[in-house]
């Protein structure tokens, strides 16, 4: 009976550090898509860790300012415009790690990472 308490408790854990490790993840579109929200002077997530050949879509969600992804180094994609609603989006077909920021509120205050693997 021991052993099978200790196997509900350790299930229970398992679960907990699950749901844990989900919290803070990106959002996926029904299309695939990661999405990344532009909210008031940060991104959310600030950092996504994506597959070869999947997009990011950014959606801003702000209410006050306008905002733009800027890529620190640029690798093929143009930067978005900048604004204060709609999408932009952008397919990712080489492994490594994709700086960003936005160029009206600078790095140190609005700046993201995608990761792809």
Not at 60 to 83: F, I
Request: net charge neutral; hydrophobic share 30%.
């Amino acid at each position: 009976m021991l052993s099978v308490r200790r196997s509900i408790a350790t299930l229970a854990l398992l679960g907990a550090a699950t749901g844990l490790a989900s919290c803070g993840s990106s959002t996926t579109s029904p299309s695939g898509q990661t999405i990344v929200q532009v909210k008031d002077n940060f991104f959310s997530p600030s950092s996504v860790t994506i597959s070869v050949g999947q997009t990011v879509e950014w959606q801003w969600a702000g209410t006050t300012n306008s905002h733009n992804v800027t890529w620190v180094v640029t690798s093929g994609a143009g930067n978005s415009a900048t604004q204060s609603s709609g999408t932009y989006s952008r397919t990712f077909d080489t492994t490594g790690t994709y700086d960003y920021y936005c160029s009206i509120h600078g790095q140190s205050v609005m700046s993201g990472t995608v990761v792809v693997q």
